[in-house]
């Protein structure tokens, strides 16, 4: 892959910028995404786009796959970037990638087809981002409910995400639904065993 990409200095007033791993890894999507459309097994990946995986991105970088995550939430968490998920691979999309990367004239050697449409950014929006362990349990925390957010997370990572036929929309409402069925789950337990006093 040769070319280059475009570093501004606003880099070092994001909010993470003196977290090294975090840093590392948003520098590693800058040169890594597409700079034009691009085909992927059916899917077309847009510029400033990229089709990775966990084990990919922790070989590449030289971090584990906990760091990984951990650096990929706070992206998401400053609005760097919105990811699509399934089971076997995720799609990372850079959110800034037009602002950053875009023409600066007619002559720029970046092509048009870099820059998002008002269209095409409002469904990177509407993107699914995968909550991480430590977002559901601080949102069970919250509601001051007992869910494991391991299980939980393990559960629909193993379903890529999926509610029935249709991809997860809303997390936390899959949270109130786990809850709820885990206390209907609950009372079948004690209905089915009562206490019986003399």
């Known amino acids: 892959m040769s070319g280059w990409i475009k570093l501004h200095r606003s880099l ?3 909010e993470w910028y003196d977290d090294h791993n975090a840093t ?3 520098l590693h999507l800058l040169v890594s995404v597409n700079y034009e459309d691009k085909q992927w097994k059916g899917h077309t990946v847009k510029a400033g786009s990229m089709i990775t995986s966990w084990e990919s991105l922790s070989k590449e970088i030289g971090l ?5 995550r951990l650096a990929m939430n706070k992206l998401e968490s400053s609005k760097e970037i919105v990811r699509f998920t399934t089971n076997k691979w995720q799609a990372v999309t850079l959110v800034k990638w037009e602002k950053l990367q875009g023409c600066d004239s007619e002559k720029g050697s970046q092509r048009d087809s870099q820059r998002a449409t008002t269209k095409e950014y409002k469904e990177i929006k509407k993107v699914f981002i995968v909550p991480t362990v430590q977002e559901v349990m601080e949102y069970c925390k919250e509601r001051k409910n007992l869910v494991e957010a391991n299980k939980f997370v393990d559960f629909y990572e193993s379903k890529g995400w999926m509610v029935g036929s249709n991809k ?15 206390d ?9 065993h009562p206490i019986i006093i003399d």
């Open 64 to 68: 584990s796959v906990k760091q990984i």
């Open 24 to 26: 590392r890894l948003l």
């Open 168 to 182: 997860m929309k809303d997390w936390k409402a899959a949270v109130r639904t786990w809850e709820k069925d885990s």
């Open 12 to 14: 070092k007033e994001w």
């Open 184 to 192: 209907k789950n609950k009372m079948k337990g004690i209905m089915s």
